[in-house]
């Protein structure tokens, strides 16, 4: 099975990863469709299902497999306006400013960069006219000294998880 997981990882020596090539079989395919039953597993690496339920409970304890979730094809659902923000911050109102653009809903990531910038904000707006809502508004308190706002116009190798 191809696996973006193992491919990513194949050129680190196997001893250094905290998992056996087992375990990143699960991996695969969990990631692959996370309702695959441990019985399907079991029986495509030739191990038994309890091997594959014990080894999923141990990457879960191992802060490895965080959780399982459901990709949404979201243009299926909204024609989103993806854009990407740089924001310039007072060094003491780092935090502040991010807790503020955190707490809109439209903002779907959220990063402390090095560089020019101070943050980075990833949001999907349902218009334009909210991506300038959000400019006017939540980019004009205090704090932020500049911004930048980038709108992606194609994607040529998106995130999957986003469902873009």
């Known amino acids: 099975m191809k696996c973006d997981l193992a491919e990513r990882w ?3 020596n196997p001893a250094l990863l905290p998992l056996d090539e087992i375990d990143l079989a699960i991996l695969c395919y ?15 690496l030739n191990i038994s299902e309890a091997t594959v339920r014990r080894r999923i ?3 879960q304890e191992r802060k490895i497999i965080l959780g399982f979730s459901v990709l949404v094809n979201i243009p299926a659902v909204e024609n989103s306006i993806k854009a990407y923000t740089y924001i310039k911050v007072d060094p003491d109102k780092i935090e502040s400013v991010a807790e503020s653009i955190a707490k ?17 904000a990833e949001g999907l707006f349902l218009s334009m006219k909210e991506l300038q809502e959000f400019i006017d508004t939540d980019l ?4 932020i000294r500049q911004q930048v706002t980038h709108v992606v116009a194609k994607g040529y190798k998106s995130n999957p998880w986003l469902g873009l």
């Open 10 to 12: 194949s050129h680190i």
């Open 30 to 44: 969990l990631r692959n469709d996370s309702r695959t039953p441990n019985i399907e597993i079991a029986k495509a």
């Open 57 to 59: 409970k141990e990457l």
């Open 104 to 120: 809109n809903s439209r903002i779907i990531s959220l990063y402390r960069v090095v560089g020019e910038y101070d943050l980075l």
């Open 140 to 143: 004009k308190r205090e704090g």
